[in-house]
């Protein structure tokens, strides 16, 4: 019992994250229908300028700690969108009519690019931080098994709900959210109704990465250690989540980062934790056959 | 470049130019300003310290505000046509030669070994782009001509090689009993996975067999009892000529031919075994072109739907090509695994995917000699480049998204139809809608 509900804390810390990298997936396939393989790699650059931006900040003096993660946080999501957005303008815009498997492809050699980039310049070593937020709370203690809530779990859960508050309301309330469904239902028609759909492609590429840098902070501070690597797997893990809950459908994103992150760390502490990432991609696989748009997606029709 | 040459063009902007350059340099700054002008390392005390590199910002500051007045300048209005480069006398000799450039490919490729027989090093060098050609032309059955993106390739070439291996470790089986044995086992793994998944989009498509290649790695990687675990599997069987091994002393391939015993003779057998092996899979996959399931995979490439209007299983259709492929990537597998006599997971990364994937797009999806070229050319780039190691990857990667932007038709970028009226005709890319035949 001590186990599960500890496990379930994890797992839901764990889904936050991976959810919030999901949004940036299912965002991008639901208005222009590819695959950003290289999402997960901008999650990795947030995450790797949020740790320059927090040791930079150390160093010109600036050491409270809830100050230099706020302005971190300000400086990674800026940064980091503006990857997102070149991102979109250099490697997938020109091939916006392009075959079917140009922007897939080109993504892939993004991801590439991006990996080493980081790689080369900042090395290939893994980055360790020490706990910037220490503390928690003691829930259950019978001597036997301490379930503990500690303070980086609730600060990245909270933020993942803040977070998507407001996402969910510049979906649903503001011209740009507005823009954005439109596109998603039909791009010619949108532009025919003067919606500027160059525009709100690159805000939307802008937005997903803004989502992934919180992610990327998140994950620096829950583990305290990054390395290029971190993007790929993910990456991956992310786009299950996104493929889970259906894609296209934001609470489907949510939903699906939550059930990966709590399937991965419930296998991990009753199976086998070698066998995580085996048991994620299995339940992609599984349930792309049996539920082929997810769990909240809509059944997808084909035109001629 | 004068204006009254070309009276059409707008007069040089400089303004504008300098404009798009300020903004270039801004973008420029701050993507690269944290994480190229500082850098994080691991100091004395195991924290890391932050050093200044503010040179190399500006470098590469400067380097986007002069590339983009540059291209502003010069490009904006076509002023100098980069595309219409090559004159049309090129291109017309250029059309007049393809025909003969895979007879002479080929003839090279058996001379090879005569040629340089005291070059070890070209030789191996040789037998990795073989090796390539040949994982090449097999996954350009599934991604070419079948247009299935498959992402996890790599892992029937593991699957050919971890058979292989275990089965000539464990039951003490020859190379030529294995090799049918390996292609067909991946071909099983091919329709295992394949018949769920195959009813999936592209892109769906796509990240299922992403997925798969993973599961396959981390399961070779974490069954320690079975392959090795990341140790991997070392003392595999080398092959023998017939029967005759490779061997100093009697009994020996040397010894039995009557030729002086040098290590050679196995690298050169090596060799033509994969050029063999490489020509099969072009042969079946050529032949196969004109069967009616290789019609029909080049028409679901084109268009499904109207596939499946014209009474195709389209189901069927797409299995088939996946498992002829994943049969290839397990023939390849095992000869990687008998060359190296040593296999771990380590080789059998998505890196690996992305390079034959990269291969088979970069020589344009569906051509065979394309496909070859741009192996020679991958991953001869690769070793000529081998002192820049670190930018290789890095190169690479922009390669990929340069030639989907540039030439997203690959190097032979013209087509040529298996079917045809009264003569054969190359048919442009503009005309063809997905890859090309």
Redesign the interface.
């Known amino acids: 019992m001590e186990i599960f509900v500890q496990q379930l804390i994890n797992g839901i810390t764990l889904g936050s994250i991976y959810g919030l990298i999901a949004i940036g997936y299912t965002m991008v ?1 639901g208005i222009i ?3 950003n393989f290289a999402h997960g790699d901008v999650f990795m ?1 947030g995450a ?2 949020a ?3 927090f ?2 900040l150390v ?1 010109i003096g600036v050491t409270a700690v809830p100050l230099a993660l706020f302005l971190v946080l300000l ?1 990674a999501m ?2 980091t969108s ?2 997102g957005w ?1 991102v979109e303008r ?2 997938y815009r ?2 916006r009519h ?9 993504a ?16 290939a ?1 893994v ?4 706990p910037l937020i220490q503390g928690g709370y003691t829930l259950i203690d019978n001597d036997v098994f301490i379930v503990r809530l500690s303070n980086v779990q609730i600060l990245v859960v909270v933020t993942t709900l803040a977070l998507m508050a407001v996402f969910s309301w510049v979906i649903a309330r503001t011209r740009l959210g507005r823009d954005m469904r439109a596109c998603e239902q039909d791009l010619k028609m949108a532009s025919l109704v003067g919606v500027d759909v160059d525009r709100t492609i690159s805000l939307t590429f802008v937005i997903g990465a803004a989502l992934a840098a919180v992610a990327g902070i998140m994950t620096l501070l829950y583990y305290g250690v990054i390395d290029f690597y971190i993007g ?1 797997v993910a990456g ?1 893990k992310a ?2 989540a996104a ?1 889970l809950g259906g894609i296209g459908s934001l609470p489907g994103a949510m939903l699906g980062g939550l059930l990966i992150g709590l399937i991965e760390t419930f296998w991990s502490a009753y199976f ?1 934790s ?2 995580k ?2 048991a994620a ?2 339940i ?2 599984i349930v ?2 049996f539920l ?1 748009t997810g769990i909240l997606g809509r059944p ?1 029709i ?1 035109k ?1 | 470049m004068s204006r009254a040459a070309h009276p059409g063009k707008r007069p040089l902007d400089i303004l504008a130019a300098l404009k798009s350059a300020v903004l270039a340099a801004l973008v420029a700054f701050g993507l690269f300003s944290l994480l190229i002008g500082l850098r994080t390392d691991q100091g004395p005390t195991g924290a890391l310290v932050l050093t200044e590199r503010f040179g190399e910002l500006g470098a590469f500051v400067a380097v986007a505000f002069v590339g983009v007045f540059l291209r502003e300048l010069l490009l904006r209005d076509k002023r100098i046509d980069i595309v219409r480069f090559v004159p049309p006398v090129v291109t017309a000799a250029a059309r007049r030669i393809i025909p003969f450039v895979g007879p002479a490919l080929l003839v090279f490729a058996l001379v090879v070994p005569v040629m340089f027989f005291h070059n070890r090093y070209l030789l191996d060098l040789s037998i990795q782009i073989l090796t390539y050609v040949m994982l090449g032309w097999g996954l350009n059955i599934v991604v070419g001509l079948a247009g299935l993106l498959d992402l996890g390739y790599v892992a029937f070439y593991a699957v050919g090689a971890y058979s292989y291996a275990l089965l000539a470790q464990n039951f003490g089986l020859g190379f030529w009993i294995c090799l049918p044995l390996a292609g067909i086992l991946a071909a099983f793994w091919g329709v295992l996975l394949g018949f769920p998944v195959l009813r999936l989009r592209g892109d769906y498509l796509a990240i299922v067999t992403l997925a798969f290649g993973e599961i396959i790695r981390l399961v070779l990687t974490n069954w320690q009892s079975f392959t090795g675990g990341p140790n991997g599997i070392s003392g595999i069987a080398r092959p023998s000529f017939f029967g005759l091994p490779f061997t100093d002393g009697e009994g020996g391939f040397a010894a039995t031919f009557g030729l002086e015993f040098t290590p050679t003779h196995r690298v050169v057998f090596l060799y033509y075994l994969i050029l063999a092996l490489a020509l099969v899979t072009n042969i079946v996959t050529v032949r196969l072109r004109r069967l009616p399931i290789g019609r029909a995979w080049e028409a679901l490439r084109e268009d499904e739907i109207a596939c499946r209007t014209l009474g195709i299983n389209t189901t069927n259709t797409k299995l088939t090509a996946f498992a002829i492929g994943a049969m290839f990537g397990g023939f390849a597998g095992s000869f990687f695994a008998t060359r190296q006599g040593f296999i771990s997971p380590e080789s059998f990364v998505f890196g690996e995917s992305a390079l034959v994937l990269a291969i088979v797009v970069l020589g344009g999806m569906g051509s065979q000699i394309g496909v070859a070229v741009a192996a020679a050319v991958m991953l001869g780039g690769f070793e000529f480049f081998r002192e820049f190691q670190q930018y290789r990857m890095l190169v690479f990667g922009f390669a990929m998204v340069g030639i989907m932007i540039w030439r997203p038709r690959g190097l032979v970028a013209t087509r040529m139809p298996s079917v045809f009226l009264k003569e054969r005709k190359i048919v442009a890319a503009e005309f063809v809608a997905e890859g090309r035949g």
Do not use: C, H
């Open positions: 396939y229908g590819m695959i650059v790797f300028l740790l320059i931006a040791l930079a160093a400086i800026a940064l503006l990857y070149t250099l490697a020109p091939l392009s075959f079917r498997l140009a922007p897939l492809i080109s892939i050699g993004m991801s590439i690019v991006l990996q080493n980039y980081v790689q080369i310049a900042q090395g070593r980055k360790p931080l020490p790929f991956v786009f299950t493929v086998s070698e066998y990432d085996v991609f299995s992609l696989i792309l056959i082929p997808e084909e001629v």
